[in-house]
């Protein structure tokens, strides 16, 4: 049985879902520059123009004031509009309170509070914004969850002193949090730092040109003090603040039982996952970590005080996005598929979604098993969800029951991992419980949502929302508290 308090509901972030990009003062932000799926594969420090031809981004002597004339009217920006929750937000939050939601998971825009991110106030239009989407959710009993930093920063910040790589980025950003914090002081008890924090490698998250190994570090060595200064500003300013992390879990299995399979997959699980949570639950970077570094010949520039930030500011719980497994192996004739965008073999035990993700219930159980044995801190299902290509069946419904099928055997798992393993859950919130725009390939038919939004791969469409047959679902388990399933 899930607590009388466990938080149903569903997830969000400003650069896939709110759209408004230059409205209401808001300056421009890095994810402001990606565009949709065709162009994925260019995306990173350049992109193809409407003739065609390469234009580069950032750092170009080309495009000397980059953060303002880089993006191309005639070109689609995915976040420039999303799906307009901008506009749309009263009638959106209310169909998330018909569904009977406790919760609602959303990010803020950085560059909605502070503009270019260097100013000295905040921009009002910005905060009162938010603040109308606090009271609305309140209104209906939905408790806000608020990642304060989801795959954006100002693309001032980033094309004018290298993003993360800069130590001053961790100071412009405590000031965003302090504005927040004391802002929606009441409102929002539930922060996470930085989603999905051990994936941050692109432009876009990190405000970095031309990355390194030993540039990654230092970037991520901030964001390290930059969280753990948030979540002890976030203590100090309300003792009611709860501040988590957000891990991309990605589970790991060894391929066979060959010694050196499961030594590599020990090795794969540390780098790609666990060193994050450690450094973030633990307060301090684990020894293989700072061996390795050793190993690299990479110095990561800290002062003084660092050490004990990271060691005053550890998470209060544990945020974490669940999607699939992969398979850790050391052969390289193994089939590879592409789940998460991160190169696995492929499991012969397991079904694969349309976008190639393995399906594994199973592994969520373990999952949350894996962090509770190793943490002890509530954990929070923050991202779950099964992508997939929606159509408008001939009576105008949408009988999504493969997404049901895979929330339903998520959900069992889960409870298992509550009742028989004796894992503290706080709650369940499925991403894009709107259909928004896939941060992984900018499309829209890459849908998760109980809610249908009429847009397509290029924006068109009337945005109009429908309930899909989920919706119905998810409204009876929720309503039921994990029950009816
Ligand atoms: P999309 C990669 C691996 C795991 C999760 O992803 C990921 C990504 C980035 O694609 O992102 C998280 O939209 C992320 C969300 C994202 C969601 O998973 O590529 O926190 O922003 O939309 C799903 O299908």
């Known amino acids: 049985m899930f607590k009388n308090n466990f938080l149903w509901g569903g997830a969000t972030a400003a650069n896939q879902f709110e759209g408004g990009y230059n409205l209401g003062g ?24 409407s003739n065609g031809k390469i234009v580069y981004l950032h750092g170009s002597e080309k495009i000397p004031q980059a953060y303002q004339s880089v993006i191309d ?40 509070i502070y503009p270019r991110g260097n100013e000295s106030s905040p921009n009002q239009a910005g905060l009162d914004f938010y603040d109308h989407i606090f009271d609305e959710c309140l209104k209906y009993g939905i408790e806000p969850i608020v990642t304060l930093n989801h795959f954006d920063m100002p693309i001032y ?9 800069n130590r001053q980025t961790v100071e412009y950003f405590i000031q965003y949090c302090k504005t927040v914090f004391k802002y929606y002081r009441g409102k929002v008890k539930y922060w996470m730092t930085f989603n999905e924090i051990n994936l941050l490698r692109g432009y876009d998250t990190l405000g970095v040109h031309e990355m390194t190994p030993a540039r990654y570090y230092q970037a991520l060595h901030h964001i390290f003090v930059a969280s753990a200064k ?29 010694p050196r399979d499961v030594a590599l997959e020990l090795d794969v699980s540390r780098k790609l996952k666990y060193f994050y949570s450690d450094v973030q639950c633990r307060g301090y970077y684990p020894s293989y970590i700072v061996n390795s570094l050793k190993q690299q010949g990479i110095t990561i520039n800290s002062l003084e005080d660092d050490d004990n930030l990271l060691k005053n500011g550890c998470v209060d719980y544990i945020g974490f996005s669940y999607y699939n497994s992969g398979v850790v192996t050391t052969r390289k004739d193994a089939e590879m598929t592409l789940g998460n965008g991160i190169k696995m073999a492929a499991n012969p035990y397991l079904k694969e979604s349309e976008w190639k993700w393995p399906i594994d219930p199973i ?25 997939a290509n929606d159509q408008i069946a001939e009576d105008g419904k949408i009988h999504d029951e493969y997404r049901i099928d895979y929330l339903r055997e998520h959900i069992i798992e889960m409870k298992k991992a509550v009742d028989e393993d004796g894992v503290e859950l706080i709650g369940y919130t499925p991403w894009g419980c709107i259909d928004l725009v896939s941060a992984g390939t900018g499309e829209m ?26 919706f119905y679902w998810y409204q009876k388990v929720i309503k039921s508290n994990g029950e009816s399933l």
């Open 363 to 387: 592994g969520l159980r373990i999952s949350l098993n894996l962090l509770w044995d190793r943490y002890q801190k509530p954990l929070f299902i923050v991202e779950n969800g099964l992508g």
């Open 26 to 49: 808001r300056g421009l932000a890095t994810s402001d520059t990606k565009t949709n799926g065709s162009m994925n594969k260019k995306r990173k420090h350049s992109f193809l123009d």
């Open 157 to 165: 910040l980033a094309d004018h002193q290298n993003g993360w790589l």
């Open 230 to 258: 948030a979540v002890i500003l976030g203590h100090k300013i309300d003792s009611n603040n709860q501040i988590g992390m957000m891990l991309a879990n990605i589970l790991t299995y060894s391929k066979t039982c060959n």
């Open 445 to 470: 038919k890459k849908r998760y949502g109980f809610i249908y939004v009429d847009m397509d791969d290029n924006g068109k469409g009337t945005l109009k929302r429908s309930c899909k047959e989920s």
């Open 73 to 112: 009217e005639k070109m689609y920006y995915p976040s420039h509009r999303a799906v307009d929750f901008y506009h749309r937000y009263e009638d959106d939050i209310a169909l998330l309170a018909q569904m009977g939601f406790k919760c609602f998971r959303m990010s803020i825009s950085w560059t909605r």
